[in-house]
């Protein structure tokens, strides 16, 4: 059974967070990186990680299939529910980085929060059918490996 299968069979959306944040946690540990987690669930980040001598608070999102081929997308809002409905809030100067898995590549990508959009980021990882390049973010700039290497070069 694959993980995208996996992911399919967890029902509540909370349980596909948990995974996500143990897979990414997991990559990042056998990539030796320190990897701290806040002692409450309230924080903006999920997870800090120490590289190259410095801190970078990361949020953590599951990557699903986007809008359109060839594309895969994750949130960049938060969304609470509150007794008078639902809070929604951004990211911006609470995170460093978002770092996306995609489920269905079992890719980890390390996003800037400067690079995401205000509520959804997609990450093409083919040309889009109409062959737009401008302003694509396209996988290879953001994958975990390429990302650590860039903080550790500094």
């Known amino acids: 059974m694959s993980r995208f299968d996996q992911y399919d069979r ?3 959306p909370q349980k596909r967070g948990q995974a996500t944040e143990a897979i990414v946690t997991a990559e990042l540990v056998a990539r030796d990186v320190s990897v701290l987690t806040p ?5 903006p980040y999920d997870l800090v990680i120490r ?3 410095e801190f970078y608070r990361l949020q953590v999102k599951t990557a699903y ?6 594309a895969v997308e994750f949130r960049t809002r938060s969304v ?3 007794s008078d409905g639902y809070e929604r809030e951004g990211y911006d100067g609470k ?3 978002f770092a996306a898995l995609n489920v ?8 800037s929060i400067d690079d995401a959009g205000s509520t959804v980021t997609a990450i093409r990882y083919e040309p889009a059918a109409n062959n ?4 694509v973010n396209w996988h290879a700039e953001y994958r975990l490996d390429r990302v650590l290497e860039e903080l550790r070069s500094g």
Not at 104 to 111: A, D, G, I, K
Not at 132 to 135: D, P, S, V
Request: net charge negative; charged share 40%; no cysteine.
């Open 10 to 12: 967890l029902e509540e």
């Open 39 to 43: 002692a409450y669930d309230n924080e």
């Open 51 to 53: 590289v190259g001598g």
């Open 65 to 70: 299939d986007g809008k359109s081929d060839g």
């Open 80 to 82: 609470r529910t509150k």
């Open 95 to 97: 995170i460093d980085y």
């Open 104 to 111: 269905r590549t079992e890719e980890v990508y390390l996003v």
């Open 132 to 135: 737009n390049r401008a302003n």
